[in-house]
């Protein structure tokens, strides 16, 4: 996993295959851990030792691509992700092999749990405030 400075984004390497020339790598915890630090409300800063860190700081809300994004990385990814499901049912379906419906209604189960995970951002309209 990479962080990048100057976005503020992560990359994983199994992903996306451009990763900007500004980012840091880090561990899977340290991912887990500045998300989670972000999502409760802190900022992501590039520490003295050039690692990313969290500070106190006004929550930040994503943008509908970040969401997209966060959605994209989560479905695909290989031991979690909802595509494998779809993949798998679709192989056994057009090698009619039986159980396939029940592959298919793991994936649509863990698709809607990613989306429960990873919810748009609530937008306040001018009839609100």
Not at 13 to 27: A, F, G, H, L, W
Not at 105 to 128: C, H, L, M, Y
């Amino acid at each position: 996993m990479y962080f990048s400075i100057s976005d503020g984004c992560f990359y994983d390497e199994n992903i996306q295959k451009v990763i900007p020339k500004d980012s840091v790598e880090i561990t899977k915890d340290e991912f887990r851990e500045l998300l989670d630090g972000r999502d409760s409300g802190k900022k992501i800063i590039i520490g003295k030792s050039g690692k990313p860190q969290l500070v106190e700081g006004d929550k930040i809300v994503p943008t509908r691509e970040e969401v997209d994004a966060q959605r994209l990385v989560a479905y695909a990814n290989a031991f979690t992700g909802s595509d494998r499901y779809f993949a798998e049912a679709q192989r056994m379906e057009v090698m009619g092999e039986p159980g396939w419906e029940e592959v298919r209604a793991e994936g649509i189960k863990r698709f809607e749990a990613i989306q429960n995970e990873f919810p748009w951002p609530v937008t306040v309209s001018a009839s609100d405030t």
